[in-house]
């Protein structure tokens, strides 16, 4: 019996396997429809519940510098999200997450502890410089994960482009990723910087990190 368990405790899962892959390779990846359109239309229903709710505020940078130069960094209203007080949709969520997670560790000893996530919406017109996310002197993040939840029928015109800015043979090279419904981004946050695009219509995400210790 135990044996059995055993086995199928380790039934590979390839879509985690690509996403280990591609991480080692190239530093990110990219999944299409992690989330289901259902799952997306509940996520995004949930965040725009919360953002009527007068619930955001406007992100903050690093350190706290004066309201004027983080608006210049970055534009986005975002709701931290409390696992432990998830209602259901946000449970779909997590759970989702959390296998993902155990699977990192299993498989890869990733050693990943802790998790943050939040909502983040961006008006019209915002957008988020360049940046690390470890400049917030958060050592411990490992993974980025970004999560859209745009509208169906998201078009690359929206604006809200995620560029990647990857090394290679210390060239430096682009990778322009739109923020399509149920598509998914796994980064190394220590390693690369990116940056959001201005927006042209209102853009929907849940964003956070894989942490360690
Ligand atoms: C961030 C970030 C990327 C995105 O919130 O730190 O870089 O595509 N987000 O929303
Ligand atoms: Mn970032």
């Not at 210049?72 to 709701?79: A, E, N, Q, V």
């Not at 998830?86 to 449970?91: C, G, H, I, L």
């Not at 502890?113 to 360049?130: D, N, S, V, W």
């Not at 220590?190 to 219509?201: A, F, G, M, S, Y």
């Amino acid at each position: 019996m135990d044996q059995l368990f055993e086995a199928i405790d380790f039934v590979e899962n390839s879509l985690y396997e690509k996403i280990i892959n591609d991480i080692s390779m190239q530093q990110y990846s990219i999944v299409e429809n992690f989330f289901s359109n259902d799952e997306v239309s509940i996520l995004r229903e949930s965040l725009l519940n919360k953002h009527e709710e007068d619930t955001f505020k406007k992100a903050a940078i690093g350190n706290r510098v004066n309201e004027t130069i983080a608006k210049s960094i970055r534009g986005d209203m975002i709701l931290w999200i409390d696992e432990s007080k998830a209602d259901t949709k946000e449970r779909l969520f997590f759970d989702k997450i959390n296998d993902l997670v155990l699977y990192l560790n299993k498989t890869c000893f990733m050693g990943i502890l802790q998790k943050e996530f939040h909502y983040a919406l961006y008006p019209e017109g915002t957008f988020y410089k360049r940046h690390l996310d470890t400049f917030q002197n958060d050592d411990r993040r490992k993974l980025s994960f970004v999560c859209y939840l745009n509208e169906e029928g998201w078009l690359p015109e929206n604006g809200g482009e995620l560029v990647l800015y990857l090394n290679n043979d210390r060239q430096e090279t682009e990778k322009v990723i739109y923020p399509f419904p149920g598509r998914v981004v796994v980064f190394e946050s220590q390693i690369l910087e990116h940056e959001v695009k201005p927006v042209k219509t209102e853009r929907m995400s849940i964003t956070g990190w894989l942490k360690t210790r």
